[in-house]
């Protein structure tokens, strides 16, 4: 029967990997007033630890949830499916150029409308991969959807480089 669990995952009968992003906060925020560490200052030391404890797994799953390729790499994980840091070796040549150039765009870029256009550039790729994600788990295709993740995880690495170069110093 096909629907949405109480976390917001499409229900197909199998873990899915598209999330009704709206309905995981509302689901995470439900479970942080349960367990968040605020609303027991007052009890035993044992129900303080559970708290804790539990506050913190509520926070991990969520992020792991919410991002797409935290979630991607999960689900791949509970196949029994890793991607090993920086492995490239299985990247496709073209796809290896594509990173270094948009690298070297962001490496050279003085303005902030040469940013935007990286950053544009990066947004419209990660949609494209996530995309492509998702119709290779809904097909239960782990090879595709390993790599996709692996892609997506050299645009988040760009990402994180646009991120830090627009850190005034």
Partial sequence: MRGEDDLGFQNTGNRAFRVDTAKLQTRYQELQRLVHPDFFSQRSQTEKDFSEKHSTLVN???KTLLAPLSRGLYLLKLHGVEIPEGTDYEMDRQFLMEIMEINEKLAEAQSEAAMKEIESIVRAKQKELTDNVSRAFEQDDLEKA???LT????FSNVEEKIKLKKIPF
Avoid: P, S, V
């Fill in 60 to 62: 991990d799953a969520y």
């Fill in 151 to 154: 892609k997506m995880r050299y």
């Fill in 146 to 148: 390993k790599e996709m």
